[in-house]
């Protein structure tokens, strides 16, 4: 039982990560929008993501384990949020909106990979899965504000 507890306990520290980078990138994508409703919007995915890792960290705690508190060995803000800083310079809700989007690939992947993982013991599975299907539907979410006409051109 240890075995599978280190395991999952993994699982849920690279998730804590992949959420943590998402709430990273949303507060630097809504700190900067000028646009009232996209400001919120944003601001509701940073603040998505905070509940996650919460969840998450109380899921590692009931295993056993050690939550991450900060960056990991695989980097932190590198899951897809790189170039979100460019694009909020340019000041262009579509490239923003895109870089999120491409930030929201890479954590819809993440999540997905660790559903599929046999190690991930099975107390935690129901709240991944509810984490993913949140994802899933913030992903769709941004990706129809980009393609929005709103900001499609802004």
């Not at 940073?46 to 998450?56: A, N, P, V």
């Not at 980097?75 to 897809?80: A, D, E, P, S």
């Not at 790189?82 to 819809?108: F, M, Q, T, W, Y």
Request: proline share 3%.
């Amino acid at each position: 039982m240890k075995n599978t507890n280190e395991k999952s306990i993994h699982i849920l520290n690279d998730l804590i990560e992949v959420c943590r980078d998402g709430q990273k990138g949303f507060k630097s994508a809504a700190d900067d929008a000028k646009d009232a409703d996209l400001k919120r919007q944003l601001s509701n995915f940073s603040d998505q993501r905070t509940k996650f890792i919460g969840e998450l960290q109380q899921q590692v705690r009931l295993l056993g384990g050690d939550p991450e508190k900060s960056g990991s060995a695989l980097g932190v803000i590198h899951r897809g949020w790189i170039d979100l800083k460019s694009a909020i310079s340019s000041n262009e809700p579509h490239a923003v909106l895109a870089e999120c989007e491409r930030g929201e690939d890479s954590a819809v992947k993440n999540y997905r990979e660790a559903i599929a993982k046999t190690e991930l013991e099975p107390g935690s599975r129901p709240l991944v899965e509810r984490q993913f299907t949140e994802i899933q539907q913030a992903h769709n979410r941004v990706k129809a504000l980009r393609d929005s006409p709103v900001y499609a051109h802004s």
